[in-house]
C-alpha cells in the first residue's frame, strides 16, 4: 500500500468521524430544540388554559353585573311606574277639587246675581249690567285648568327624572365595581406564537 492510500483513508476516516460528530452534535441539537418546543407548547397550553379560565370568570362576573343592573334598573321602574300613579291620583284630586271650587264659584256667581236681582226689583239699586264678575269667574276655570296640566306635566317630569337619575347612578355605580374587579383580577396573560 502505498502512502497515497493510507492518507486516503485516514482522511476518508476523518471525514466519517467529523461527519458522525456532526450528526451527533446535531442530533443532540435537534432533541433540545424539540425539547424546548415541548416544554414551550406546555407553557402555553398552560397559558391558554388560564386565559380561557380567566376569561370564564371575567364573563361570569360580568353577567352577574348585568344582571344586578338589570334587576336595579327594573325595580326603580317599578318604583317610577308607582310614583307616576301617585301623581296621577293626585292630579284627579287635584281635578275633582278645582270642578267643586269651580262648582261653588258658579253657586256664588248665581247668588250674587240673584240678589242683585232682588235689589234692583225692590228699587234699591240699579242692576249690574258689567260682567266682571263672569269674567273673573272665567279667568278662574281657565287659570285653574292650566294649572292643573302644568302641574300634572311637572309631576310626571319629576318622578321621570327622578327615575332617570337613579337608573345612572346604577350604571355609573355597576361600572365603578366592574373596574374595581377587574383592577383585582390577575393581569392579563398573553401568550407567544
Not at 483513508?9 to 418546543?37: E, F, K
Not at 353585573?65 to 284630586?93: G, K
Request: include cysteine; proline fraction near 2%.
Amino acid at each position: 500500500m502505498s502512502v497515497l492510500d493510507s492518507v486516503k483513508r485516514a482522511s476518508l476516516q476523518v471525514l466519517v468521524l467529523a461527519l458522525a460528530g456532526t450528526v451527533a452534535v446535531q442530533t443532540w441539537r435537534l432533541h433540545g430544540a424539540q425539547l424546548a418546543a415541548s416544554e414551550a407548547k406546555t407553557q402555553q397550553a398552560k397559558q391558554q388554559a388560564e386565559g380561557e379560565r380567566l376569561a370564564r370568570v371575567a364573563s361570569e362576573t360580568n353577567r352577574q353585573l348585568e344582571r344586578q343592573y338589570r334587576d336595579q334598573v327594573s325595580e326603580i321602574e317599578t318604583r317610577a311606574q308607582a310614583d307616576l300613579a301617585q301623581a296621577r291620583v293626585a292630579v284627579d284630586r287635584a281635578r275633582d277639587a278645582g270642578q267643586r271650587l269651580q262648582r261653588e264659584l258658579a253657586g256664588y256667581v248665581e247668588r250674587q246675581r240673584a240678589s242683585a236681582s232682588a235689589a234692583t226689583a225692590a228699587g234699591q239699586c240699579q242692576a249690574d249690567t258689567s260682567p266682571a264678575v263672569d269674567l273673573l269667574a272665567e279667568l278662574f276655570r281657565r287659570a285653574d285648568q292650566r294649572a292643573g296640566e302644568l302641574a300634572a306635566v311637572a309631576d310626571e317630569a319629576r318622578v321621570r327624572g327622578l327615575a332617570c337619575e337613579a337608573s345612572y347612578q346604577a350604571v355609573n355605580q355597576a361600572a365603578h365595581d366592574a373596574m374595581n374587579q377587574a383592577g383585582n383580577q390577575p393581569a392579563e396573560v398573553h401568550t407567544s406564537p
